[in-house]
């Protein structure tokens, strides 16, 4: 019954490695969302997705693609790893009659680039 | 701890005691604003929100302030409890975007039993 769900909630991998962050909603939601928390706890939106539909594309460095195959899904491909990738990636989705605001956010996918 | 090295405004209260927590926002074109609680290894979770056409709005243990002069929030917590130690952010819907929240840097809250 969770409603944000992502896999994994680790993940440690080498420089130059490419690794996908899937993120899942149960909600009914259209749009979704990425976040990034650095280690002094900053969460910075991403990318965010209206119905499949990339809508927010924050100068994130082109090595990140998100992919959305439908509104319940948005998953999150990095190639090419560094250092600087690790954090901790939150997915979120909300309502889009309230997509300016309440969000329901994942448990977080813990990134150690090493 | 979890706080070393994060360099977070903190906040320490005894048990029962009321806390406050103050943010300032940038945009003054945000129109809507929200309080979220993150625990330890969680992502951050809905506590109250707040449209710029109100002042104060109250929830369960938590008032919400606003003061759109100075740009700046509040969030009281009554009360307050081991359980409500947590890293709390206000956000802001970044000029009023439809789907863009701006998160303020985060406090962290340690409530002493």
């Known amino acids: 019954d969770t409603a944000v769900s992502q896999t994994p909630k680790y993940l440690v991998t080498q420089m130059g490695n490419d690794k996908s962050i899937k993120c899942e909603q149960n909600?009914?939601?259209?749009?979704m969302y990425w976040y990034k928390q650095d280690s002094k706890k900053f969460l910075k939106i991403m990318f965010s997705y209206n119905n499949k539909e990339l809508i927010i594309n924050e100068t994130v460095p082109n090595r990140f693609s998100p992919k959305s195959p439908d509104k319940a899904h948005l998953n999150l491909h990095i190639n090419s790893l560094e250092l600087g990738d690790s954090a901790v990636y939150f997915c979120?989705?909300?309502?889009?009659?309230?997509?300016?605001?309440?969000?329901?956010f994942g448990p977080g996918t813990r990134l150690t680039v090493l | 701890g979890e706080s070393v090295g994060l360099h977070l405004p903190t906040l320490s209260v005894q048990e029962g005691d009321n806390s406050i927590i103050n943010c300032a926002y940038s945009n003054s074109a945000s129109d809507y604003f929200i309080w979220y609680k993150q625990e330890s290894g969680k992502g951050p979770q809905f506590i109250i929100d707040?449209?710029?056409?109100?002042d104060k709005r109250q929830g369960q243990r938590v008032t919400v302030l606003l003061n759109k002069t100075v740009k700046h929030l509040s969030l009281q917590i009554a009360a307050t409890q081991p359980g409500d130690s947590a890293v709390y952010f206000c956000a802001e819907n970044s000029g009023g975007s439809n789907y863009k929240l701006t998160f303020g840097k985060g406090t962290l809250l340690t409530v002493n039993p």
């Open positions: 979120a989705s909300s309502p889009s009659d309230r997509a300016g605001g309440f969000k329901f």
């Open positions: 707040i449209r710029s056409n109100m």
């Open positions: 909600l009914g939601h259209d749009t």
